[in-house]
């Protein structure tokens, strides 16, 4: 199983990014999936869920009305839409997939990409 994660980079604050999620060996329509993040120094956090069909989703306070996340398991892809960046946004995202309904916390993940890097400059 390999997921991995794509589009961070450098943006402006009030930019956007959308961040993608690819999985191999793994049917992403049996698992949640969701999106962490780990700003420098810091511990990992929860960002964002979405359930296996994509009709329920959960956010963290810190992100709601400026990420969204949705999913296209035809395509097996996950994504993460980040309008309004601010600089406390900047951290390593990180993708996971999880068989249970709706998971907020970590232990509730079975895997996880290697993370992709988010930079906000002020």
């Known amino acids: 199983v390999h997921v991995v994660e794509s589009g961070g980079g450098l943006v402006q604050a009030g930019g956007s990014l959308r961040l993608s999620c690819a999985a191999s060996g793994l049917i992403l329509d049996n698992y949640a999936m969701g999106w962490f993040r780990q700003p420098p120094g810091k511990e990992r956090e929860f960002v964002a869920v979405v359930n296996w069909s994509g009709s329920d989703k959960e956010y963290a306070d810190s992100v709601k009305g400026r990420f969204t996340i949705s999913r296209d398991n035809a395509r097996n892809i996950l994504y993460l839409q980040m309008n309004s960046l601010l600089p406390q946004d900047a951290a390593v995202y990180y993708c996971?997939?999880?068989?249970?309904?709706?998971?907020?916390?970590?232990?509730?993940?079975?895997?996880w990409g290697r993370g992709t890097q988010v930079t906000v400059a002020s």
């Open positions: 996971a997939a999880s068989t249970r309904g709706l998971p907020v916390a970590q232990h509730d993940y079975e895997y």
